[in-house]
């Protein structure tokens, strides 16, 4: 079983809706938690962390559900430059681990 | 402005033959990390190093070496490169490892024939 799991998408939306992700996680032990974006063949760049209590940053919303093991990503009012790939990151055992991400497409 | 580089950013090279692929960073991060990315496998890990002569296996390690013989560099050698190491390679470091950022440099794109 992957450490963790995401559903690749695509997510084809249109502008200004409300989009949100999920992502699973293996290892209950995990410490740290992360969302990546990644536009296509460029490097994955930090795009927010997840802290136990929830935390957002302007339009994007994460939360994290230490009991079902998930993460997820809210998106409002979606853009155009929102367009990418959401990598979702978890920490543990010295290591980080990364899902295969989710595509979002975010049409006129 | 501080930085994460990588060279070359794209190579051929033949199955059998040695490659090494560059990272340098600027940031004096003791951290670094090799990851490759294929589709429908995300990245995953080759090797880590924590410091200078530090050096770690991922978990995906076998045909992959590293060295850290300085802050800056982590060098990725390939020893007889395969077509199946054909693939998209990151280099990242991080000044700490829970809660921390990880920085990556722009990717190799190695493809062996």
């Known amino acids: 079983r992957k450490e963790v799991e995401q559903d690749p998408g695509p997510f084809n939306v249109p502008e200004g809706a409300t989009v949100a992700f999920n992502c699973t996680y293996s290892?209950?032990?995990?410490?740290?938690f992360f969302w990546y974006r990644q536009d296509c063949r460029k490097e994955p760049k930090l795009l927010m962390s997840v802290y136990s209590s929830g935390n957002e940053d302007g339009r994007f919303t994460a939360q994290l559900n230490r009991a079902s093991q998930y993460i997820s990503l809210l998106i409002r009012d979606s853009k155009l430059s929102d367009s990418a790939t959401y990598l979702c990151v978890t920490y543990n055992f010295n290591k980080f681990y990364f899902g295969s991400g989710t595509k979002l497409n975010v049409k006129p | 402005d501080a930085e994460i580089t990588q060279s070359p950013r794209h190579k051929i090279t033949e199955t059998g033959r040695q490659v090494t692929l560059a990272c340098h960073q600027t940031w004096n991060h003791n951290n670094m990390f090799w990851y490759r990315q294929d589709l429908g496998h995300g990245l995953r890990l080759i090797h880590y190093?924590?410091?200078?002569?530090?050096?770690n296996k991922g978990e995906v390690s076998d045909g992959y070496s590293v060295s850290r013989s300085n802050t800056e560099d982590l060098p990725l050698t390939l020893e007889s490169a395969a077509s199946s190491q054909t693939s998209v390679y990151f280099c990242?470091?991080?000044?700490?490892?829970?809660?921390?950022?990880?920085?990556f440099g722009p990717g190799t794109r190695l493809t062996v024939t």
């Open positions: 990242a470091s991080s000044v700490g490892l829970a809660g921390y950022e990880q920085y």
């Open positions: 190093s924590y410091g200078v002569q530090d050096t």
């Open positions: 290892n209950s032990a995990s410490q740290s």
